[in-house]
């Protein structure tokens, strides 16, 4: 069976030790068929530091983050319970595979995350290390053909754009969940995969 996970992240700052995750997204698709899309928009933890120009990327101020009813704690546990609903968190062989653009970024804030509420097995949920990334996927296409993409930077909104992918909202875990979707999909077929 394949299972995976595309996430997204919006957060505080950069540091996920000191910062946090103000908005998560996912989408759980098994054997091709998405089975499960969330988008939770939340406070952070009150010992997260928020940076101002973090929130600004998406368009917020930390008093709109703040006056969020939604919780850090309550939307661990759904998250963790959605997960372990379709992963068995002791089966070696029964694990997601994360997927995004920079999974780098948004698995190590997930996992801090996971942590700072007193769980350190967010990796024993998915593959640690093993993703399925938009921007590596890019870079791939440009060793392939030897080819530049031209562009002045791989931020998923300029491949998105370079690819003929719409994003309309930017910075939305949610919508950036389906345009790399979009640009995962268009270079898996580039690259002939």
Not at 95 to 106: P, Q
Request: include cysteine.
């Amino acid at each position: 069976m394949n299972k995976i996970l595309f996430v997204d992240t919006e957060t505080t700052g950069l540091d996920p030790k000191i910062n946090g995750i103000h908005q998560i997204a996912g989408q759980i698709v098994i054997d091709g068929k998405t089975v499960v899309e969330v988008d939770y928009k939340f406070k952070p933890l009150p010992t997260e530091k928020i940076d101002p120009e973090a929130l600004a990327v998406s368009g917020l101020t930390v008093e709109e983050v703040m006056a969020r009813p939604l919780d850090s704690f309550t939307v661990y546990k759904k998250v963790d319970t959605l997960l372990a609903t379709h992963v068995n968190r002791y089966d070696k062989h029964d694990k997601m595979v994360i997927a995004g653009y920079n999974c780098n970024f948004d698995a190590g804030f997930i996992n801090e995350w996971f942590q700072k509420h007193r769980n350190k097995y967010f990796f024993g949920l998915c593959h640690g290390g093993a993703y399925l990334d938009g921007l590596n996927m890019a870079l791939m296409l440009e060793i392939k053909t030897g080819k530049r993409l031209f562009i002045p930077d791989r931020k998923l909104g300029t491949v998105a754009q370079t690819l003929g992918i719409p994003l309309d909202n930017a910075h939305d875990a949610l919508a950036d969940i389906q345009a790399t979707r979009d640009v995962i999909k268009t270079l898996w077929k580039r690259l002939g995969l």
